[in-house]
């Protein structure tokens, strides 16, 4: 099949697009951390940018898309890009490394939540290289790469599991790690610049149309679909989430981005396979269910801070299961348990459960050998005077 130049125009702008969500992470957690942790915030997202951009053309986008080795991990066959070239099957496949690379980079970025305000630098570079290589590449290649999941017909149109679910349990098992901010629970921690926040959020939604259209990896109908019940499920989990909120007092606008990007996370893995009912169905729940774990979080005293387990975690899952539910034959190609396809809910329910498994379990390991080899946490003193300066020797400027 020869190169499109539409399609290769499309994936262009998408994987700019999906770029534009790792600085949005940055904006959405900047806002929502005390203000001498802003540039630390910010910073973070940076880093995990460049760290996953190295280690995904040296030997991440390899393992997660080489030839299957056993169904777990892709083989080194195109270490540092070897046999990664302009050419390629409707696009280019250097275009289709670029556009995995964006993926993996705002993963890493998503998971920042768990550490906001208490990470050394030095600790999450170093964490940051083991989880993309140990955690995202292997899950990626069960997926997308050939692995075991794809082989046997577990669907993630764009990243429920391979984002959402590893991020947002990864996070979870990372915040149990590090611990709690120093006098958390007793003193206020309110976010200090909610237009911020809503800045990143917005930057999310806009940037999550390339994440989603895109991965039809044309420039087509099915990516039409995706873009439309993208927006359908975001809203309808804004609306849910405000509502919710609402009921026990006051319709933050925290609250309605959190709702828009829960929903965000849910219609990730099923929009290939979806229609825009069903999509307003699933942003509804999903804007109600992770309201109620953000709710769950706080009565257990856990400080993943800005709540990727709530938001992307509990939502990618419920995302990966509403695929065997609600997918239409006519969409994706594959029925759900509405047009009578109970199989494919129960190989959904195999797949978000080994997925939450292995980012929990893997990045709780992880997380405790780094912090055992290195120290994940700032001082109390370093953590008093806020990370811009401790860790950056910069402050956020009146």
């Known amino acids: 099949m020869a190169l499109d130049t539409g399609d290769t125009s499309f994936i262009l702008i998408c994987t700019a697009l999906v770029m534009l969500m790792?600085?949005?992470v940055g904006l959405f957690y900047g806002g929502l951390v005390r203000r001498k942790n802003l540039i630390s915030m910010f910073a973070l997202s940076f880093v995990a940018f460049s760290v996953v951009t190295i280690q995904w053309f040296l030997f991440g986008y390899s393992l997660a898309f080489g030839t299957d080795v056993g169904g777990l991990i892709g083989s080194l066959?195109?270490?540092?890009?070897?046999?990664v070239g302009m050419d390629g099957e409707g696009i280019p496949d250097l275009l289709f490394m670029?556009?995995?690379l964006v993926f993996a980079a705002v993963t890493l970025a998503i998971i920042t939540s768990a550490v906001a305000e208490r990470i050394r630098l030095s600790a999450f570079i170093v964490f940051g290289l083991l989880w993309t290589t140990l955690i995202y590449d292997p899950l990626a290649h069960w997926v997308w790469g050939g692995g075991?999941?794809?082989?046997?017909g577990?669907?993630?149109?764009?990243g429920g599991i391979v984002v959402h679910i590893s991020a947002g349990f990864g996070a979870l098992a990372l915040a149990l790690v590090i611990g709690r901010r120093v006098g958390f629970g007793q003193y206020s921690m309110d976010p200090h610049n909610i237009p911020m926040t809503l800045l990143g959020g917005a930057l999310l939604w806009f940037g999550w149309f390339g994440f989603n259209a895109g991965s039809?990896?044309?420039a087509n109908g099915l990516a039409a679909n995706a873009f439309v019940v993208t927006n359908i499920s975001a809203a309808a989990g804004a609306l849910a989430w405000m509502a919710a909120s609402w009921i026990r007092g006051k319709p933050s606008s925290v609250?309605?981005?959190?709702?828009?990007?829960?929903?965000l996370g849910a219609i990730t893995p099923a929009a290939g396979f979806v229609g825009p009912l069903?999509?307003?169905?699933i942003g509804v729940i999903s804007g109600l269910f992770c309201y109620y774990a953000l709710l769950f979080r706080i009565r257990r005293g856990l400080d993943e801070s800005l709540d990727a387990w709530a938001i992307h975690g509990v939502g990618g899952v419920w995302g990966t299961l509403a695929i065997g539910v609600f997918a239409v034959a006519g969409i994706g190609g594959i029925s759900g348990l509405i047009e009578g396809n109970a199989g494919q809910l129960i190989l959904q329910v195999i797949g978000a459960g080994a997925a939450i498994a292995y980012a929990f379990v893997g990045t709780y390991l992880l997380a405790k050998i780094v912090d055992l080899a290195m120290g994940l946490r700032v001082s109390e003193e370093e953590e008093y005077v806020g990370l811009d300066i401790s860790q950056h020797g910069e402050s956020v400027q009146v």
């Open 98 to 100: 670029a556009f995995q």
């Open 278 to 281: 069903s999509a307003a169905i």
């Open 154 to 158: 577990i669907l993630d149109f764009a």
């Open 148 to 152: 075991w999941m794809s082989e046997l």
């Open 255 to 263: 609250g309605m981005i959190s709702g828009a990007i829960a929903g």
């Open 22 to 24: 790792t600085p949005g």
């Open 216 to 218: 039809a990896l044309a």
């Open 77 to 83: 066959e195109f270490f540092a890009l070897t046999g």
